[in-house]
């Protein structure tokens, strides 16, 4: 395995712990209201926040404010590294059939199954009847289906399925955006410009028409209206890299990128700062307000810059310190993908358990996160030792031979 390919794993690895962190301290921000959300009642904002503990610490804020800019769109930009190849070596059809068989199915159980389980202690916490019958009773009245984390892999497949569908009617275009990235080795400044002002012009007008928090949900699929595009350019902008070449383009060990690690990092701090501020002052307002145009505005365009620089520092910094090879790592990457379908009942039964414990925030979210971490791994483990469990989590072809 190359230097950029262990990296790339390594970072996979990475990114699940930081999810799983992200929505294991989700009910500990100092931002959150008082009370809980009614399980029945509009706008069914116990979505975002199903368990909400009277321990508060600030700083999962800003740690939650980061991971929402910036990390959903650098798994997108993962996402998409690895396109091009895929389709050159399957081609179209096959391709497409195995997104299918890795991203659609595995949805089915996840939402239909594991989110209701994991929903049944947001209920419990506002609900006057506690039992089963009562909360499936209020499940199935609300007008969706909640798919929970896995409206990302919803954005996902469809972004695979237009690729796919892309190849079939222009089979040459990665390699024309692999030649937009040919320079993004030594100068990836430019790289960043492009990629910053390609996800402005697409997220700044719907941002400005919806507002940045406004979601569309229909049944159990769900997106946010002023994103899509925006991922789209992230998971297209992963693939120009990936058509161009690992080891040779932006993510190369020895490129400028890795070399400048600490102004990749500062360049990140500045970012979120641009985003936080004008965020900060519009949610100061209350009651709805959006706040001036001009202040709007600067939000938006602040948070295509927070996540260009946000995704390019973790990229870099990955690149230039997580080469070694390490067996958990090795590990944790095989099961992230299955981790993230499975942990949220995990993540927020957690939360509910320890609702009226004596404890610090700080230390109910470890707890929270050693458990979810700990529990989601060897559930994926031991559902990769069984042919079809081995499928629902996304387990390799040879894995599956292996338990055949």
């Known amino acids: 395995m190359s230097a950029t390919s262990l990296a790339l794993s390594n970072l996979r690895a990475i990114v699940i712990l930081i999810v799983l962190a992200f929505h294991s301290v989700a009910a500990y921000l100092g931002s959150l209201p008082s009370e809980p959300h009614r399980f029945d009642a509009p706008p069914y904002d116990w979505q975002a926040f199903p368990i909400i503990d009277s321990q508060r610490w600030f700083g999962f804020d800003l740690f939650c404010a980061w991971n929402d800019v910036s990390l959903m769109s650098l798994m997108f930009f993962l996402s998409?590294?690895?396109?091009?190849?895929?389709?050159?070596?399957?081609?179209?059809?096959?391709?497409?059939?195995?997104?299918?068989?890795?991203?659609?199915l595995p949805m089915i159980p996840s939402i239909f199954v594991l989110m209701p389980v994991a929903l049944y202690p947001v209920y419990l916490v506002t609900a006057t009847d506690p039992s089963v019958a009562g909360f499936w009773g209020q499940f199935l009245a609300l007008p969706f289906w909640?798919?929970?984390?896995?409206?990302?892999?919803?954005?996902?497949?469809?972004l695979n399925i237009a690729a796919a569908a892309l190849h079939k009617a222009y089979?040459?275009?990665?390699?024309?955006?692999?030649?937009?990235?040919?320079?993004?080795?030594t100068d990836p400044i430019r790289f960043i410009l492009i990629l910053t002002a390609a996800s402005a012009l697409a997220y700044v007008p719907l941002a400005l028409i919806y507002s940045p928090w406004t979601w569309f949900q229909y049944s159990a699929f769900a997106f946010q209206w002023c994103r899509p595009l925006h991922y789209t350019v992230y998971f297209f902008a992963?693939?120009?890299?990936?058509?161009y070449g690992l080891e040779r383009g932006l993510l190369a060990t020895d490129g400028v990128l890795a070399r400048r690690w600490p102004l990749a990092v500062g360049a990140a701090i500045l970012g979120l700062a641009l985003w936080m501020t004008p965020t900060a002052i519009i949610m100061e307002g209350g009651n709805g307000d959006?706040?001036?145009?001009?202040?709007?505005?600067?939000?938006?365009?602040?948070?295509?810059?927070?996540?260009?620089?946000?995704c390019l520092a973790v990229m870099a910094v990955c690149i230039r310190f997580a080469t070694g090879r390490r067996r958990w790592l090795d590990s944790l990457s095989a099961n992230a993908y299955g981790m993230y379908l499975v942990h949220y009942p995990f993540v927020v039964w957690m939360q509910y358990a320890l609702l009226d414990a004596p404890l610090p925030a700080v230390v109910k979210a470890a707890i929270v996160f050693a458990v979810a971490v700990?529990?989601?791994?060897?559930?994926?483990?031991?559902?990769?030792?069984?042919?079809?469990?081995?499928?629902?989590v996304g387990a390799e072809p040879r894995a599956l031979a292996k338990t055949s």
Do not use: M
């Open 80 to 104: 998409g590294l690895f396109v091009w190849p895929s389709l050159q070596r399957k081609k179209s059809f096959r391709y497409l059939t195995d997104r299918l068989l890795r991203l659609g």
């Open 146 to 158: 909640p798919c929970g984390p896995q409206w990302f892999l919803w954005q996902l497949l469809i």
């Open 171 to 185: 089979p040459t275009w990665g390699e024309h955006l692999g030649k937009l990235a040919a320079s993004t080795r």
């Open 238 to 243: 992963g693939a120009a890299v990936g058509a």
């Open 290 to 310: 959006p706040g001036p145009l001009w202040l709007q505005l600067a939000a938006a365009i602040g948070f295509a810059v927070c996540c260009a620089s946000g």
């Open 374 to 392: 700990a529990s989601s791994w060897a559930t994926v483990a031991a559902l990769r030792n069984v042919p079809l469990g081995a499928r629902l």
